[in-house]
């Protein structure tokens, strides 16, 4: 797993305080990582850059309302899931097979997955399983094994707590075992 960025507490300060010095630290930490969160889900990079721009600014203009943030990361991850909710939700159309379709060839990840790979499965075979997933057990294993994030970290973005996204996961890799079986 890639080493999680953390903002040191003296540069959250300043965050904190409005220094844009600090702000633009903190988005060159994160934005690459905000880009392809987003870029895993829509398979647009014009969409991409947009919706990472979006996020920036509604952090900073949450900041501007004399508001505080406690913990980065998720703070930034959050509103990066709420705008791509909304994204959907005005489109009215999820289209999952695309968001999957620009899952890396990785060995990151866990069971199912690695065996799969492992197995020498073709990745557009690969996909075509996962796409028969629900959205929640497409999102939790994109969190998991795309996005390299601990249940720490998904609980702060989802609003759930660690040991439900843990059995969220087993549970999601164990349908994805089922239909890969069948």
Known sequence: MTKTLKIKPSLLAKI???DPDAFSEAYDMYSEKIYKY???RTSSQELTEDLTSQTFLKAWDYLRRDNNIDHFASFIYRIAHNLLVDHYRKKKEIHDDELMARMP????GKDIINEMIDRDISKKELLSKIDELNH??????MYRYVDDMDFKEISKITGKTPDALYVKLHRAVKRLKIIYEN
């Open 16 to 18: 904190n305080s409005l």
């Open 38 to 40: 987003f870029y895993f």
């Open 105 to 108: 060839d990785t060995k990151q």
């Open 136 to 141: 929640d057990d497409k999102e939790i294993l």
